[in-house]
């Protein structure tokens, strides 16, 4: 029998490259989660201060999931600059899909985020 690898898909969300519209952004530099693959955790890393003109909200979703809940970049502290923080996932995706972000109630107008999603990969379906 062979044993499942724990495999790691990273996204770098670069507010000079990507953007901060409210709205789901797949940063350019995301890779992709195969479907049925079981996620054990999100690691963020945060090497840009975030900045804003209101109170945003961030999401971080891969392959269907919501793998960081909803955040305020301006007040919480896992999302403080230089803040590595690991978040317990233990899902199942639905779908293939990149790391994605979801900026909602303000744009941001500044930040750098590294996103490492840490999963096996299963051939069996849900």
Do not use: W
């Amino acid at each position: 029998m062979a044993y499942p690898k724990l495999m790691t898909a990273k996204a770098v969300y670069d507010f000079a490259v990507d953007g901060g519209a409210i709205s789901t952004i797949t940063p350019a530099r995301s890779e992709v989660i195969p479907a049925n693959s079981i996620i054990v955790d999100a690691m963020t890393c945060v090497t840009t201060a975030f900045a804003t003109g209101g109170s945003p909200t961030l999401v971080v979703k891969a392959g269907g999931l919501t793998v960081v809940a909803s955040q305020n970049p301006a007040t919480h502290a896992s999302l403080a600059d230089e803040k590595v923080t690991v978040n317990a996932v233990a899902d199942k995706t639905t779908a293939n899909g990149a790391i994605q972000l979801v900026i909602g109630t303000a744009a941001l107008t500044a930040g750098v985020i590294e996103i490492y999603v840490t999963y096996y990969q299963s051939d069996i379906s849900a």
